[in-house]
């Protein structure tokens, strides 16, 4: 048997002359235990929230896009993409064409991200299963149909219940401006809203659907595009996808980009990373206020510990030896905070992720709290806890152990 362990664990649960000891001590190990539930619940939450905005999004990102490097579009052609078409993991590869326009509505005007696609898009869309109002098709016969972001829908006062059509005009790229007739350098076309669809307010309140045709004749192409977009297999883990990425990258060379989701929106993915650290970070400091009780408990038990503490070194015990009881207490203080709070804190997780009880205000796409436990997270703050409750039971025993040999 250890000795330091062993006095230690004796003065954690033995009663103490001064019962003020003992409720701080309480104290730090429920405060502890707390700060540990709220680290994991709070987490568990954020990633619940991270999956559902990654698969919110995934219905309109591919999973890889190709991108011309030096300029806006280009023509699809060549072996490549025939060996992409063969590549079993590839579920369909579509083309689009995108461009920032001016659009006009029932005498609303305002600026729309028109993306034109072609109809394996129009097929086999994700958006079909995020539809607020009418049917996701492109063409009712020779007419030209469009699905609109809620958020875009909203502010121009776009239904498809209404029989007018939405105009939709970019400057001509062929035609010299004229100051005497400008509406004869600006090209337009007409679309009619089929569908009203919404995915996150980004998209909603810009993004509109329609024929890769129609804007074709608007921005005056004949067969190119600005981008190829390639869907995987449901159940393609992320080795096969870089291997797909990487050999596509090989095969059209320097003069294509060929981007995967994290890489067609960096920015977002990244502030969602770091918001995650600066949650992290901000209830550690938490814990680290909360943890100073232990300051407090573990200064007490050594002023009233003296007589021992004399005791133990007429029998010879080394310095070392006593700032290892001391130390070793008030950490078991923090490490019973710790147990309490990781089992709390996993236990309220696993049941919301499971039951969702705790519900959702207002009318948002899921009814419960989104809840994703993560090992990473346990063992993230468990690890984290557990220095801080070392470090602040070493602050005390180093302070006394001074001042005894002052």
């Known amino acids: 048997m250890k000795l330091a362990p062993f006095i230690a664990g004796r003065y954690l649960f033995a009663k103490k002359s001064h019962n003020v000891i003992n409720i701080i001590s309480a104290i730090s190990a429920i405060g502890m235990a707390i700060g540990t539930a709220a680290l994991i619940i709070i987490l568990s939450v954020y990633n619940g929230f991270d999956s559902l905005i990654r698969s919110m999004l995934s219905n309109v990102e591919p999973d890889l896009m190709i991108t011309p490097v030096h300029s806006k579009v280009f023509i699809p052609e060549g072996e490549v993409y025939d060996w992409i078409y063969d590549e079993p993991a ?67 006062g ?9 105009e939709i005009y970019f400057p001509s790229r062929t035609r010299k401006i004229s100051t005497s007739n400008p509406v004869s350098s600006v090209e337009f076309i007409k679309v009619w809203p089929s569908s009203i669809f919404s995915v996150s307010s980004d998209i909603d309140k810009e993004l509109m659907i329609l024929p890769i045709e129609e804007m074709r004749e608007l921005l005056e192409y004949d067969e190119e595009v600005s981008a190829v977009e390639i869907r995987l297999m449901e159940g393609t883990d992320s080795k096969d996808l870089k291997r797909i990425q990487d050999e596509i990258s090989s095969r059209l060379g320097a003069e294509f980009k060929v981007k995967d989701r994290f890489q067609q929106n960096e920015s977002l993915y990244k502030m969602m990373k770091y918001e995650k650290a600066a949650i992290y970070m901000i209830l550690i400091f938490v814990i680290i206020i909360i943890a100073f009780n232990i300051f407090g408990s573990l200064s007490m038990l050594i002023i009233e510990k003296r007589q021992d503490i004399n005791t133990l070194r007429s029998l010879g015990a080394e310095e070392s030896l006593i700032r290892r009881i001391f130390v070793l207490e008030g950490w078991m203080i923090s490490l ?35 809840v994703i436990l993560s090992f990473s997270d346990i063992l993230l703050t468990a690890v984290g806890v557990a220095a801080i409750g070392y470090l602040i039971a070493l602050l005390p025993v180093r302070r006394f152990t001074v001042q005894d040999q002052d």
């Not at 776009?158 to 939405?166: C, E, H």
């Not at 309490?340 to 207002?362: C, E, N, R, W, Y």
């Open 90 to 156: 590839v579920k369909n590869m579509c083309c689009v064409l995108e461009e920032e326009v001016f659009i006009s509505y029932e005498g609303r005007q305002g600026l729309a991200k028109a993306k034109g696609v072609d109809w394996i898009y129009e097929e086999e869309s994700p958006l079909k299963d995020h539809l607020k109002e009418g049917e996701f098709t492109l063409h009712r016969g020779d007419i030209p149909l469009a699905s609109v972001g809620s958020g875009l829908a909203y502010e121009m």
């Open 158 to 166: 776009i239904s498809p219940r209404f029989l007018s059509g939405i």
């Open 336 to 370: 019973a905070g710790l147990f309490g709070g990781l089992v709390v804190g996993t236990a309220f997780s696993l049941l919301q992720q499971h039951f969702g009880f705790i519900k959702m205000p207002g009318h948002f796409i899921v009814q419960a709290y989104p």
